[in-house]
């Protein structure tokens, strides 16, 4: 079937009133335009559902409307996304803010080979996407007028707060086990938009592409404590040794 087609029955699907995520002309336009499937394949593109590319995971076009929704870009605002992932909600926003405003950071350097990829095939090449820790963000090119950032923390990065325009906004997904979709302005001050469930920000060594993982020696430390604290065989209090 024609990918234009899937793509307007995909929109369709996501204004209809049991989904509701797009109710804006600029963002329905723009989920329009951008052909999916240079980004997550031609048996994918399509479907309402997330899933795994690279150790990142890829939105569901319900989640990434109802994101962008939230940020809602005015025509021609600096933009910049940090977590590019395949670099899909990028190609969206250039269709509202033009491709030169957007630019996108991930610390995962496959995944931003391959966003950079992707953006050229679907049109998007004058995207800027590099390699950098989401919490640095991208300073070089601030102040932003809208930060999307596609990963939880249980606070907003003070960088990307110093990063916004005066009336500039960062959306996030805020927490970590029970996380809402966060609208911060850069005064700090926070409004949540329901509940949303994203993968955790990564730092610098726990990208799903390096040798070692500083999560993984984390975790060994935890099972270190846990074993070191449990209790095996002889040690349980319930068991009557004298009998």
Same mark, same amino acid.
């Given at each position: %079937?024609?990918?234009?087609?899937?793509?307007?029955? %995909?929109?369709?699907?996501?204004?209809?009133?049991?989904?509701?995520?797009?109710?804006?002309?600029?963002?329905?336009?723009? %989920?329009?335009?951008?052909?999916?499937?240079?980004?997550?394949?031609?048996?994918?593109?399509?479907?309402?559902?997330?899933?795994?590319?690279?150790?990142?995971?890829?939105?569901?076009?319900?989640?990434?409307?109802?994101?962008?929704?939230?940020?809602?870009?005015?025509?021609?605002?600096?933009?910049?996304?940090?977590?590019?992932?395949?670099?899909?909600?990028?190609?969206?926003?250039?269709?509202?803010?033009?491709?030169?405003?957007?630019?996108?950071?991930? #610390?995962?350097?496959?995944?931003?080979?391959?966003?950079?990829?992707?953006?050229?095939?679907?049109?998007?090449?004058?995207?800027?996407?590099?390699?950098?820790?989401?919490?640095?963000?991208?300073?070089?090119?601030?102040?932003?007028?809208? #930060?999307?950032?596609?990963?939880?923390? #249980?606070?907003?990065?003070?960088?990307?707060?110093?990063?916004?325009?005066?009336?500039?906004?960062?959306? %996030?997904?805020?927490?970590?086990?029970?996380?809402?979709?966060?609208?911060?302005?850069?005064?700090?001050?926070?409004?949540?938009?329901?509940?949303?469930?994203?993968?955790?920000?990564?730092?610098?060594?726990?990208?799903?592409?390096?040798?070692?993982?500083?999560?993984?020696?984390?975790?060994?430390?935890?099972?270190?404590?846990?074993?070191?604290?449990?209790?095996?065989?002889?040690?349980?209090?319930? #068991?009557?040794?004298?009998?």
């Amino acid at each position: %079937m024609d990918p234009a087609v899937l793509r307007d029955d %995909m929109v369709d699907s996501l204004q209809h009133e049991s989904k509701g995520v797009v109710r804006s002309a600029w963002l329905s336009t723009a %989920m329009r335009a951008v052909p999916r499937e240079a980004f997550v394949g031609e048996q994918q593109a399509y479907s309402d559902r997330p899933f795994e590319r690279l150790g990142t995971r890829v939105l569901s076009p319900s989640t990434a409307g109802r994101v962008l929704e939230t940020l809602s870009p005015e025509a021609d605002d600096s933009v910049l996304v940090v977590g590019a992932g395949v670099g899909y909600t990028a190609a969206v926003l250039a269709e509202q803010v033009g491709a030169a405003n957007v630019h996108a950071i991930d #610390i995962t350097r496959r995944l931003v080979v391959e966003a950079r990829q992707n953006l050229a095939e679907a049109g998007y090449d004058a995207v800027l996407v590099d390699r950098r820790d989401g919490a640095d963000g991208l300073p070089e090119y601030a102040p932003y007028d809208r #930060i999307l950032l596609e990963a939880a923390a #249980i606070d907003p990065p003070r960088a990307l707060l110093q990063q916004l325009t005066e009336d500039g906004r960062l959306v %996030m997904p805020l927490g970590t086990g029970e996380q809402s979709l966060a609208v911060v302005e850069a005064d700090g001050s926070v409004q949540r938009h329901g509940t949303v469930a994203f993968q955790p920000m990564l730092v610098e060594g726990e990208q799903a592409d390096t040798v070692e993982r500083n999560r993984t020696h984390r975790e060994d430390r935890e099972r270190a404590r846990r074993a070191a604290q449990s209790r095996a065989g002889w040690e349980q209090e319930w #068991i009557d040794w004298d009998d």
